[in-house]
């Protein structure tokens, strides 16, 4: 921490956001602006100008790190300035434009980005139109502001989406591990309670028996015994339960899940298909399959509906999950394996719709 630089670093960018050394790396985009002062040395007037416009747009660009809304729509608009501002003299300024559009991926909501973005395009078309700057300026300073900005804003909502799953799943495991250490609790209260409510009775009987009647004590000492294996059976299974994975419990936590991601989510289970869930393998695998399903539809579909089916056909079982989210191409690499493979190990049948969102249709044949 005593070394100069690990100060200014921590000076000039925000620690809690995790931008690491990323910012630095970016500022290598402004070697373009400089570029064409290799086959064209800049007059004295763009000398001054450019002295002046860096030192100012590196104020503002680290600056807006630190910032939010408010504050990041105006570090935006400045930057946009500079470019403008710096536009009359050389046509490198373009970066500047592609700078504004990258922030506009801090904003808290895809439609404000947008429209900020749109808002910076009118604007260099406007004053491409009216300076008649030409085509080999204002069209890169248009198209590639277009792609960053999108591409960051894109990347930003993936990486929000990650980090409520994150969170969720967080929230979740200490909710179920909380549950878990109540329900333990409670079952070693009523274990533990009964079983030496009744050794302590047995004992104070087996005590007053020893001298009188050898036999009854030594069949009530066995008694205790028993009774003492058997709770430690019974401790054993209470504990035994802790942190497995069923259908229910990641119904539950595919319900959560969802509402920390904005998504309606809806559920039709048969009571009677869950009373046949009595295959742990079964069990295991469909708590698993939910899981890993739930988990795509919030990172990759788009989705704000979704659905979970459970039901029961004589000797089949049907599960489908659906969404009404955008995916036409579903790739195998989005968690679809290991639901693909879950299924093959119950010699089950998968079956994938991308009508109007994605259908998961899975069917299990009961033994």
């Known amino acids: 921490m005593n070394n100069p630089l690990i100060k200014l670093h921590h000076f000039l960018l925000p620690q809690e956001k995790s931008l690491g050394y990323m910012p630095y790396l970016w500022l290598c985009y402004l ?3 400089f570029f064409n002062f290799i086959f064209m040395p800049p007059s004295k007037e763009v000398v001054i100008a450019t002295s002046i416009a860096i030192p100012v747009f590196l104020l503002v660009y680290f600056s807006a790190f630190h910032r939010s809304q408010a504050g990041l729509f105006l570090h935006i608009f400045l930057i946009y300035l500079i470019g403008a501002v710096m536009a009359h003299y050389h046509f490198g300024a373009s970066v500047f434009f592609v700078y504004a559009a990258s922030f506009c991926a801090g904003l808290d909501s895809i439609r ?16 491409a139109y009216i300076f008649d700057f030409k085509p080999y300026f204002y069209f890169p300073a248009i198209f590639f ?5 999108l591409s960051n804003i894109y990347m930003s909502e993936i990486g929000r989406k990650n980090k409520v799953i994150k969170q969720s799943q967080q929230d979740i495991k200490h909710m179920a591990a909380q549950a878990e250490r109540e329900r333990i ?17 047995k004992s104070e009987l087996a005590a007053k028996l020893i001298d009188r009647s050898p036999q009854q004590a030594k069949k009530e000492i066995a008694d205790i015994e028993r009774e003492s294996r058997e709770a430690l059976t019974q401790v054993r299974e209470a504990v035994s339960g802790y942190r497995k994975t069923d259908f229910v419990s ?6 959560a899940l969802c509402r920390a991601a904005d998504i309606t989510f809806d559920h039709q289970v048969d009571q009677q298909a869950i009373n046949n869930l009595n295959n742990n393998q079964l069990n295991q695998s469909l708590g ?3 899981r890993e399903a739930m988990t795509n539809i919030v990172k990759h579909s788009n ?4 659905n979970v089916t459970l039901k029961q056909d004589s000797k089949v079982l049907y599960l489908s999950i659906v969404d009404n989210g955008h995916c036409p191409i579903i790739k195998s690499g989005n968690g679809l394996n290991g639901i693909k493979e879950r299924v093959k190990n119950l010699s089950g049948k998968l079956t994938i719709n991308t009508n109007k969102g994605v259908s998961l249709l899975m069917e299990f044949p009961l033994t």
């Open 31 to 33: 070697l373009i602006f």
């Open 112 to 127: 404000k980005g947008v429209i900020t973005i749109a808002i910076l395009i009118l604007l260099i078309a406007v004053q």
């Open 145 to 149: 502001s277009l792609i960053i900005g």
């Open 185 to 201: 609790a409670r079952d070693l209260h009523d274990i533990i309670g009964h079983t030496f409510s009744l050794i302590s009775k």
């Open 250 to 255: 990641e119904l539950a936590s595919a319900k």
């Open 288 to 290: 698993f399959i939910v």
């Open 303 to 306: 989705a704000d509906h979704c």
